[in-house]
């Protein structure tokens, strides 16, 4: 078990973004925000420019009440930008960019497919920059998203950590991961198509540090789900990194959790968290459907 000897302190600045079309209100002193006060389809443009800058800056957004039709859902995700290319689903019948991610109530596994720390589909040559979930049945207790602000962990460590891990390349695989859940779980996971499923065995090589494309900011690329390697490293030289800065960002100080409620809507913008959601809800049904805009090369 690895024991992080950091106490954060200082360097905490999640005060809400100011808005004259909707009211925000932090969640975290780390991250995160709730949006108040308007419902996505009908946000003006210059509103939805608004959003997106509320978006970079609490990495995390949700709304309440928002109860949004696939097609709805759909048409708020295109003005975010291009669809991501989604590795695992074909998405809902005539819906091709909203993706189901449903437990039934009988469903029991060991694991579950989202389960571990992990940011959305990194294994791809260009992943995807922001994800949109919207939750249309939920359990009674159990179920929480849980974020981790990527960016802050990486102000925490020391300015020679930082500078080493600066040139430093990781390796983004889905074939561990496929093992493990297919091992859990009992079956084959599923991949949107075979050019999927080998681009996830294959994985890509991606910055340990990447930088922001809208605001610059340096953030740590990293994940306890895909990342299994370091460019030029051996297994044992990079493991110790990968584990430390899995748990150095995930410490408590720097997450956000939100607990679910039918209707609501979260937003997160992958190139600057890590986020997992628990196995802890079995006897009950979770229906979500989700939406992810394409990003492009990390640098």
Same mark, same amino acid.
């Given at each position: 078990?690895?024991?992080?000897?950091?106490? @954060?302190?200082?360097?905490?600045?999640? *005060?809400?973004?100011?808005?004259?079309?909707?009211?925000?209100?932090?969640?975290?002193?780390?991250?995160?925000?709730?949006?108040?006060?308007?419902?996505?389809?009908?946000?003006?443009?210059? &509103?939805?420019? +608004?959003?997106?800058?509320?978006?970079?800056?609490?990495?995390?957004?949700?709304?309440?009440?928002?109860?949004? =039709?696939?097609?709805?859902?759909?048409?708020?995700?295109?003005?975010?930008?291009?669809?991501?290319?989604?590795? $695992? =689903?074909?998405?809902?019948?005539? *819906?091709?960019?909203?993706?189901?991610?449903?437990?039934?109530?009988?469903?029991?596994? &060991?694991?579950?497919?989202?389960?571990?720390?992990?940011?959305?589909?990194?294994?791809?040559?260009?992943?995807?920059?922001?994800? /949109?979930?919207?939750?249309?049945?939920?359990?009674?207790?159990?179920?929480?998203?849980?974020?981790?602000?990527?960016?802050?962990?990486?102000?925490?460590?020391?300015? =020679?950590? +930082?500078?080493?891990?600066?040139?430093?390349?990781? *390796?983004? #695989?889905?074939?561990?991961?496929?093992?493990?859940?297919?091992?859990?779980?009992?079956?084959?996971?599923?991949?949107?198509?075979? %050019? +999927?499923?080998?681009?996830?065995?294959?994985?890509?090589?991606?910055?340990?540090?990447?930088?922001? @494309?809208?605001?610059? %900011?340096? #953030?740590? $690329?990293?994940?306890?789900?895909? &990342?299994?390697?370091?460019?030029?490293?051996? =297994?044992?030289?990079?493991?110790?990194?990968?584990?430390?800065?899995?748990?150095?960002?995930?410490? *408590?100080?720097?997450?956000?959790?939100?607990?679910?409620?039918?209707?609501?809507?979260?937003?997160?913008?992958?190139?600057? /968290?890590?986020?997992?959601?628990?196995?802890?809800?079995?006897? $009950?049904?979770?229906?979500?459907?989700?939406?992810?805009?394409?990003?492009?090369?990390?640098?």
């Amino acid at each position: 078990m690895w024991e992080v000897r950091v106490t @954060p302190a200082g360097d905490f600045d999640n *005060h809400a973004f100011k808005s004259n079309h909707f009211e925000v209100r932090p969640l975290s002193a780390a991250m995160g925000a709730e949006v108040v006060g308007v419902r996505l389809p009908d946000l003006s443009d210059e &509103a939805f420019e +608004q959003f997106k800058q509320a978006l970079y800056r609490h990495k995390v957004l949700y709304l309440r009440d928002q109860h949004l =039709t696939h097609a709805e859902h759909e048409e708020f995700g295109a003005r975010l930008g291009p669809f991501a290319v989604d590795a $695992y =689903t074909q998405g809902v019948p005539g *819906h091709r960019e909203v993706h189901p991610i449903i437990k039934e109530a009988d469903t029991k596994a &060991a694991s579950l497919f989202g389960g571990g720390w992990h940011t959305d589909s990194p294994f791809l040559a260009e992943p995807p920059a922001i994800t /949109t979930l919207r939750a249309v049945e939920i359990p009674p207790f159990g179920g929480d998203t849980t974020w981790a602000n990527c960016a802050l962990a990486f102000r925490h460590l020391s300015k =020679t950590y +930082q500078d080493m891990l600066r040139p430093l390349r990781v *390796h983004m #695989s889905a074939a561990n991961n496929v093992r493990t859940q297919e091992k859990l779980m009992g079956k084959a996971i599923t991949f949107a198509d075979r %050019e +999927q499923f080998e681009q996830g065995q294959r994985g890509s090589y991606h910055p340990l540090v990447r930088t922001h @494309p809208e605001t610059g %900011e340096q #953030s740590l $690329y990293i994940c306890d789900t895909y &990342a299994d390697g370091i460019e030029g490293m051996t =297994t044992f030289e990079a493991r110790p990194i990968i584990e430390f800065l899995v748990q150095h960002t995930t410490q *408590h100080a720097f997450c956000c959790r939100l607990r679910w409620e039918e209707g609501m809507v979260a937003l997160w913008d992958n190139r600057g /968290t890590m986020h997992l959601g628990p196995n802890d809800y079995d006897g $009950y049904r979770r229906e979500m459907y989700r939406t992810t805009t394409a990003g492009g090369v990390p640098v």
